[in-house]
Structures are given as structure tokens and as C-alpha cells.
């Protein structure tokens, strides 16, 4: 039977052929934008999973470079139990290279306190150098840099060599590949040569990146560190006044603060901070005038809320923030789906179309078959190899072109994206392009099944 | 009048394939067109017939439904005493399949096979065994097609086509074989040669054969006929030689 299904599309080669390349071009089309997705979970995972310790940011800051924080918070951080060492980091955009502006892929300043930095137990970049050396104390106040192996390509630089870096002379010192296009952005140089190069305000850093004694510890020392910070003063980050808040008069903040405390106080809203929590036992003070029956669940969450809403930084270790980007990327295969089912739809009706002028084509053979002793079942079987052949085939295709698609796209763009079509998006490919040939040929199989065998001859 | 009908039906049970008040109408469109009107007649096993008449007189469309490929508008075929309409769905694939035997006046084969799978056609979605498919060769080199086994239809000449037809036919060992104007498009050496072979089998395996044609030249003596008219039975006699 299935050898018979094979001749049959072999012989009718226009049309199979047709058939096999709106499904070829679908199936492609799928492993491409799903590799899109795949890519960026492999690069978040990978890029994360770097990161051992802990980041502390500005309350909402989506990355380092948006967030500010008062720089002698770094001392009280350090009081923190079980906390090892505390890193300031500085992250400034870099506009122009040699010269040249650089919009994409974007390039990063990171300064850090080397010193501090080479005292860690596991240092990104650091610990990734391929050539040359890591900045040392002989760098503190110098404007070496170390720098990704991409970006060294892509400006032809020696080690030794000097290069202009947002207007002014830089030399480099060292290089470092992680493999990550989301890591192999960043430029490193000393703290305090960032701070007087980008005109840095001197009370102020980025993020801290800190290491606890234990990495096992990390969940612990988080819990410590907020509660160390909560209910002390600072702003939420908000976008494009961020760089100005920091530089906001102190006595207006408080002032703006206090408002804003005494106007939710004011409200009909769940018991605040400043209330004395009350004992279990006591029956809850819910205005008569709400519908809506408040549970003490439902005010120990939005407790707990406010109290979040209080702490002005987030504490979190880099996993945390790979699972922040990987609700994105929910959102991303969504939208991947959707642009998926559109070329699928069309695949669908092309190998519907095949099978129905095949079948069409094909009466009297049917009629044959049938007038042969052949039943509804075995003609439905044989139109359903043939449109299953084409969905395997199709699918085979699809993936191998999909796949060495985001080969080319990797090696022809090898700092701006990462496709990656795991085995497990390719074998789901391939099945989902089969269901969809043997769907797609049902409804000629079943119009074929059902002809009488002398209608058949009498209509070829 | 009853006890005849009585009779009647139980010579029909005890004839290897009966028709009775056969009738059957085809639609084109909205209008009726009727293709048999009551015919009646039956087939001894191990006959040799002859169904002879002009193009219309309803020849065709009674092979069809001697082979339960079409149902009657009205009355019955009865194989071995049981009526045709009867049957499920599974039982008439089995009477197509094991019973009867097809020869199409164009051949019909499928060209996407060569000679030996075409004989193989019927039994394709069983799986075909090494003994079924020793037969198949075998029943080609009997009709003298053994340098053609590997060839497909458009490197057949019209003859051997229909040569690969009566050797699928026969692979099943039917107990009926119908054949539909099998040599219309043969010329005249090699619709001898069809005939020769059909009438070399029917002799071998006494299969009941039934020929629908309107060319008289391929009967012989003792061959039964059947002539057709507008529908109807018009007469049936045997042939003289």
C-alpha cells in the first residue's frame, strides 16, 4: 500500500511537488520563528546562568543601565549576613567607537571596582578572558579596558592598542568571550574612570552585584537585604526621568512621599503599615458600603504588597531575572504562534487542494480499485499515505531548511541574534506536519471512499 | 399464478446467478433515463455467454450490476441464491475481490504499476505474499507476457493491456468473470488472442464467463447469447457454430 502511495505521487510529479513546497515553505517558516524564540531562551538561560550572585537595582529598572542607587547604600549591604562582597557597578551606553555611532547591536561601559571584582570567587568576564589580562590595581584611574572578543573583531584591535571610546582614548588590556550576544556587549573598565568619563553623578551607582558566602545562601540573604531596605526612602524608577531622579532636592521627594502617604491613608483602602496588625481573632474592619467580602488572605496579600512596594530596590539573583524575561518570551511564542497558524492555514488548503485534483484526476483508478474488491477503508487508507507521504516529506524539508536557515542567519549575523531549532522543535515539526498532510488529504479521501465503483468508471 | 412465481424462484435459487425484473434508471440531471426494464434471465456455472445487442440496449449497465459495482433501481441479481442487495458493505468488497472477475473493454489499468502489481491490485491492501506474487508472474507467462512482467501500461501495446486485465481477473480464481467489450479496442489478431485465452481458462478453471459485445465474430458453437434491446431481454438462444 504504501509503495503503491509513493508511485502515485512519483508519477504525478507537478503536483506533488507543488503540494511538498507549500509545506516545505511552511514548515520552514515555523522552525524559523520558533528558532527566533528558542534562541532567546538558550541566550537568557545561558547569559543568566553566568551570573551566580546576587543583583541588587532601582525598583523597577528593567536592566542595570536604568538604575540608580545612592552609593553609600553599598556599606549597609555589606552589614548584611552572610553577604561576602558588594560590587558597584556603573553601566554607561557607549555612542560612538572610533569615531563610528553605534546604535546596533548596543555596546556597554561597565565600571567596576576592580579591586572588589578580583575578589570574587566566580567573576563574569574575568573568569571568560581568551587573550591578554583582566584589569588589576595597577588599572584603578587608568582607561584600560577589557573588551568581547566580537567587539575586538569587529574593530580590528590588538591587544596594546589604543581606540577612541565615547570621544576619548582607551587601551586594551584584555579579552573575554562568553558565547552570549546578551554578555558580549559590555566594555569594562575601571569605576572611577567611568564615573569622571560619563560625568557620573558621585553619589550615585548603577547596581551592586553581590556575592554571598554560600551561593546556596542566596534566598536568604535576598530576604535579609529587603528587609534591611524596607521602608527606606527612594524612587521607583520610571522611564525617561530615571537619570534625573536621583538628582531630585531630597526635602521635595519627602515632601511628594509624605502626600502621597497621607492621600492612600486617606482612601478606603486595606489596612497600611503604619496600622497595628490585628490579631487573628479580632473580626475584620470591612466598610459596610463594600460588596466585596475581604478575606484575611486577601489583606495579608495586599500586606505584604504594600510592604514590597516600600523596599526602593529589587534584590534578586540572575535566575530571577531569566524567569522575568521568560514571561516575555511567553508573550514572543504567542505571537510566533499566531504568525505559525497563518502559513500553516495556507499549507493546509495547498495539500487539500493536491489531494482533491489528485483524487479528482485519478476517478476511474478509484473506480478500478474499488471494482477490484478494494473497500471505502483501504481507499480511504491509500489517500491518506499519500497525503501522509506528503506531510513527511514536506515536514523533512521544512526542517532541514528551517535549520539551516538559522545556521546562515547565526554565521552571517553573529553578534546581533542567536537562532536556535532544538531537536525537540524539529521533531514537533515534523509530527505537526504530518497531522497536517493526513488532515488536510481526509476530506478527498473521504470523498473519494464514498463514490459507488460505477459512478467512478462511468464519470473518468 | 402462485405456485409459478413459487417455481420460478426456486429454479432461481438452485442457477449460479439469476436477475430478476432487473431496472435501472440513470439521472442526468433532472431527467430519467432508463437504462434496463424489468429483465430477467439466469446463468448456468461454467457457461460461456454472450450478451449481444446495440449501444444502449442496457449491456453494460447489467455487467455493472451482475458485479454489484451500481445498484438496481428495481429487482434483484442473486449470486448462488443470494440476492446482491442483501449483502454489507464488507460482503460485496469480498464478492468484487474473491468472486468476480472485471475485464473492462479500456483496460483499466493503473499506470503507476507495472504488469505483475496490476495483476496484484486487488489484493495490494492485504500485503502480498511470495506465493500470490509466483502466481501473478505465472498467470502473465500463461498469457505469454513473461518479458513484460516489469513493464507499465504505456509500454504495453493495447493487447497485452488487456492480456495484464484477464491475468488479474483470473488471479482470484473467480467463479465469474465479466468482461466488458474486451476487445473494442484491439484489433482483430489480438482480440482473437484475448479470446483464446479466456476461452483457454474458462475451460481450465470452468469459470462462468459473461461477455458483453456487439462484435459476433469471437462466437463460437455452444455459446449461450443473450440479445438486448432498448432495456429489455429480446431472445436468448445458443449458438450454432
Known amino acids: ?460 | 399464478m402462485n405456485e409459478n412465481h413459487h417455481d420460478n424462484s426456486t429454479n432461481e435459487e438452485q442457477q449460479f446467478l439469476a436477475v430478476r425484473d432487473l431496472e435501472k434508471i440513470h439521472m442526468r440531471g433532472e431527467t430519467q433515463v432508463p437504462a434496463l426494464r424489468g429483465l430477467s434471465c439466469a446463468f448456468e456455472k461454467g457457461s460461456f455467454n454472450f450478451v449481444l445487442g446495440p449501444s444502449g440496449s442496457g449491456k453494460s449497465t447489467l455487467l455493472y450490476l451482475l458485479g454489484a459495482l451500481d445498484d438496481p433501481s428495481a429487482g434483484e441479481v442473486c449470486f448462488q441464491g443470494q440476492s446482491l442487495d442483501s449483502l454489507t458493505e464488507p460482503q460485496r468488497d469480498h464478492y468484487r475481490r474473491e468472486q468476480v472477475g472485471f475485464i473492462f473493454q479500456s483496460f483499466n489499468l493503473l499506470k503507476t504499476l507495472n504488469a505483475v502489481d496490476n495483476v496484484l491490485v486487488p489484493f495490494l491492501p492485504q500485503g502480498i505474499s511470495a506465493d500470490l506474487r509466483q502466481r501473478a508472474v505465472d498467470l502473465l507467462k500463461q498469457v505469454g507476457l513473461e518479458h513484460r512482467l516489469e513493464h507499465h501500461p504505456h509500454h504495453l501495446s493495447g493487447g497485452e493491456q488487456q492480456r495484464v486485465a484477464i491475468a488479474r481477473a483470473l488471479l482470484k480464481k473467480p467463479e465469474l468473470v465479466l468482461a466488458d467489450e474486451p476487445t473494442g479496442e484491439l484489433d482483430s489478431e489480438s482480440g482473437a488472442e484475448v479470446f483464446r485465452y479466456l476461452r483457454q481458462l474458462h475451460e481450465e478453471q470452468q469459470t462462468t464467463v459473461i461477455v458483453v459485445t456487439h462484435d459476433e465474430r469471437y462466437l463460437e458453437k455452444a455459446d449461450r447469447l443473450l440479445h438486448l434491446a432498448d432495456g429489455r431481454l429480446l431472445r436468448e438462444d445458443v449458438h450454432n457454430g
Open chain 1, 1 to 460: 500500500m504504501f509503495r503503491f502511495a509513493l508511485s502515485n505521487l512519483l508519477n504525478r510529479k507537478a503536483r506533488s511537488t507543488l503540494a511538498l513546497l507549500g509545506l516545505t515553505v511552511a514548515i520552514a517558516g515555523m522552525v524559523g520563528l520558533f528558532s527566533i524564540v528558542e534562541g532567546l531562551d538558550r541566550i537568557t538561560e545561558e547569559s543568566f546562568s553566568r551570573i551566580p550572585g546576587i543583583l541588587v537595582m532601582q525598583t523597577g529598572a528593567p536592566i542595570p543601565l536604568f538604575s540608580r542607587l545612592p552609593a553609600e547604600w553599598g556599606e549597609d549591604l555589606k552589614k548584611v549576613e552572610g553577604v561576602k562582597i558588594v560590587c558597584p557597578e556603573i553601566w554607561v551606553r557607549v555612542n560612538v567607537l572610533e569615531g563610528k555611532m553605534i546604535l546596533n547591536p548596543p555596546r556597554f561601559l561597565l565600571g567596576v571596582d576592580v579591586e572588589l571584582w578580583n575578589a570574587l570567587s566566580h567573576a563574569l568576564y574575568r573568569d571568560d578572558l581568551v587573550e591578554g589580562r583582566f584589569l588589576n590595581n595597577d588599572d584603578i584611574g587608568t582607561r584600560n579596558v577589557v573588551l568581547s572578543e566580537s567587539i575586538q573583531r569587529e574593530m580590528k584591535l590588538k591587544l596594546g592598542e589604543s581606540f577612541s571610546l565615547n570621544g576619548e582614548d582607551a587601551t586594551l588590556v584584555g579579552v573575554y568571550e562568553t558565547g552570549s550576544i546578551l554578555i558580549d556587549v559590555t566594555i569594562i573598565m575601571d569605576i572611577g574612570s567611568v564615573r569622571e568619563q560619563a560625568r557620573f553623578d558621585p553619589t550615585a551607582v548603577s547596581a551592586y552585584y553581590v556575592e554571598a558566602v554560600d551561593d546556596d545562601l542566596n534566598e536568604e540573604v535576598i530576604e535579609d537585604i529587603r528587609d534591611v531596605f524596607r521602608g527606606r526612602k527612594g524612587d521607583r524608577w520610571v522611564p525617561t526621568s530615571s537619570v534625573l531622579s536621583i538628582e531630585e532636592n531630597p526635602l521635595e521627594t519627602m515632601i511628594e512621599g509624605l502626600d502621597r502617604w497621607l492621600k492612600s491613608a486617606s482612601s478606603a483602602s486595606p489596612p497600611q503599615l503604619s496600622e497595628e496588625p490585628k490579631s487573628s481573632s479580632e473580626p475584620l474592619d470591612v466598610s459596610p458600603a463594600e460588596d466585596k467580602i475581604v478575606t484575611e488572605d486577601d489583606l495579608e496579600i495586599e500586606e505584604r504588597l504594600q510592604v514590597d512596594e516600600s523596599i526602593p530596590i529589587d534584590v534578586q539573583t540572575a535566575d530571577t531575572w531569566g524567569e522575568k524575561f521568560g514571561d516575555f518570551m511567553s508573550e514572543l511564542d504567542f505571537i510566533m504562534f499566531i504568525l505559525t497558524s497563518i502559513g500553516m492555514t495556507i499549507a493546509a488548503l495547498g495539500v487539500v487542494n493536491t489531494m482533491l485534483m489528485s483524487v479528482s484526476e485519478r476517478i476511474i483508478e478509484i473506480g478500478i480499485l474499488k471494482a477490484n474488491g478494494w473497500s471505502k477503508k483501504h481507499v480511504l487508507s491509500l489517500i491518506s499515505y499519500e497525503s501522509g507521504i506528503l506531510g513527511f516529506g514536506g515536514g523533512c524539508l521544512g526542517c532541514l531548511f528551517g535549520w539551516i536557515a538559522t545556521l546562515i542567519v547565526n554565521v552571517s549575523f553573529p553578534d546581533r541574534v542567536e537562532l536556535y531549532a532544538s531537536p525537540q522543535l524539529l521533531c514537533f515539526s515534523l509530527f505537526f506536519s504530518i497531522v497536517l498532510g493526513l488532515l488536510a488529504g481526509l476530506y478527498p479521501a473521504i470523498w473519494a471512499m464514498r463514490m459507488m465503483p460505477m459512478d467512478a468508471i462511468r464519470r473518468g
